[in-house]
């Protein structure tokens, strides 16, 4: 059974760091693109990011650029969001997905197949 479970999350300052892991079962994350997504109360799902942990590649959304680093461990079958320099609008629900297709566009929540819970970031100004 496919599963993904993302933690790590908590309350920060703005100006602060948290890394928020992605740990999978029941499949290879080096076969698999993983993405990261939020979701602020009353809004939808928005993609952060997303790596193909086959070669490496990675994509953000333009407002977490320079700040958030998306990192895979084969080797733990796991993936990783590293969220450095955080603002208060960061605050939300964050979610990793995963799809079996080598590159997924992370602004398509529709595209991914697997979903984990969530774990809450919270950035106090």
């Known amino acids: 059974e496919v599963q993904l479970q993302a933690s790590g999350g908590g309350l920060v300052q703005a100006g602060g760091s948290l890394r928020l892991s992605c740990a999978a079962s029941g499949f290879t994350v080096e076969n698999y693109s993983i993405g990261w997504f939020r979701q602020k109360p009353g809004k939808g799902k928005e993609g952060v990011g997303s790596?193909?942990?086959?070669?490496?590649?990675?994509d953000y959304k333009n407002s977490v650029k320079g700040r958030f680093t998306i990192s895979s461990d084969k080797a733990k079958n796991m993936v990783y969001l590293q969220m450095d320099n955080l603002e208060p609008e960061d605050t939300a629900l964050y979610y990793c997905?995963?799809?079996?297709?080598?590159?997924?566009?992370?602004?398509?929540?529709?595209?991914?197949?697997?979903w984990g819970q969530g774990t809450q970031v919270t950035v106090s100004s």
């Open positions: 997905a995963g799809s079996p297709s080598l590159w997924v566009d992370y602004s398509a929540d529709f595209l991914w197949t697997y």
């Open positions: 790596i193909s942990t086959q070669d490496g590649s990675t």
